[in-house]
């Protein structure tokens, strides 16, 4: 081909995340993916499901930076013949190149608030090392509606960073979950559209408690943490949302209300706090042995309370607490961080190529007998197939009031189901308790600099 060139699907699916609406995929499939090489224009061949023949597709940024069509053509016997229509479109003077310049929504531009700017903000805007989740990030803000007006700011912000991230996190998983986006209201953060039912997402985080420059914890410090204080913790941010009765809404009544929570409070804290947050939803934790033949059995044990420093008791189970029953679902990510952004640019080809990262992660074991998770270690590349949705679990409420439907997630989401004292897991193969990347510049590189 002269004018086509072909691209990996995991790049053309960041531009294109949030162009194809999700009904598309119940009568075509995704064959080919093509540019034209300096990334103008973009190509796409699929297959009709229902005719089985061809259908094709150029598509050019329009002023907002979002890629719009700009030539279709359907039946087309062949992908044969498909294939050359693309390339010769490609090379054709006739298809309209949109302003890339103007009127599009700019997380990076400069506001002058260089003493304000969160300092992972200032890396990931110009260090090459977060180059990859820099521009993965810039082709996500191109879709991001932005309600309130202060999106931009608190993004740079050292107090708005961590949860702005989350957001745009959240923004690329529900998507992938096909999900439609009706962003009409400042509040909650999201209402989604899947199956002609809505549900409402609101978004909050636990903020940073500690210096930026905070060290890890060490382990045994870790253990007495997850005992008490991080319950608490997710308990606060929690009930925080909880005030704000967002069920009571008229666009919220009747709809599943679910509340989507992530930990930044530390310095690689949501490496370690998943199991506080389980035992905190449901009130349990879970002793395990072994029988004589080698099978794992399991024990619950009922958790009382947490104790604030003031002495003051809080009740574990948070879905058996008052109002509790508005919330039909919590849903957790270890994996909502810019690391996630960097990794999902890293496998698209997106950034720069002198960055190693190098991904160590604790891995759901599917043995019925293992007590302890897989440990894997792999470096990012193109033939990585990490998704938006790996890393996400639903923990659904056994009291909620307007119970969320498990069939809108697919099987890349781990889901957590509370019954008799036991939490019942439906794991996806995939699932990473926790993760951290090294992100390492080769010594040359390091010294042509």
Known sequence: MKNANPINKKLFDIYLLFTREPFVRYFSEELEFYTNGNGGLLGLITLDLTDNDFSVCILSRDKSKQYRAELIEVSIPTIEEARKWIDEKMGSNSIVFHDNKHEYFDLFQDLNNEEKQHPIYKLLKSNIS???????????????KDIDGNFIDQFQSINGFDSRVWELFLFCFFREQFFS???NYNAPDYMIEKFNQEIAVEAVIISRKTELESEPKESKEIQEKLDNDVPLLFGSALFDKMKKEYWKKE???????????????????????????????????????FDKNGKLTIKPVKIGNYTKPNGTKIPSGFFFQPNSENVSAIIFSSCG????FNRMGKQAGLGSDIPILQRMASFYNHDPNADKPHLVTYTVSEKSGETWSEGVVVFH????????????FDDRVAQCFFEDEFIHSKMPRYFPYNSFTHNLI????????
């Open 130 to 144: 977060q180059s990859m989740a820099k521009e993965t990030i810039k082709e996500v803000s191109y879709h991001y």
């Open 397 to 408: 409420n056994p009291n909620a009031k307007i119970p969320l439907n498990p069939a809108y």
């Open 442 to 449: 080769p010594k040359e590189e390091k010294k042509e600099k």
């Open 337 to 340: 961080t810019l690391s996630k």
């Open 181 to 183: 986006f009706k962003r």
């Open 251 to 289: 666009h919220v009544k009747g709809k599943p209300f679910l509340i989507a929570i992530a930990d930044f409070h530390d310095t690689m804290s949501m490496t370690w706090t998943f199991n506080a947050l389980s035992d905190y939803l449901y009130g349990y934790k879970y002793e395990h042995s």
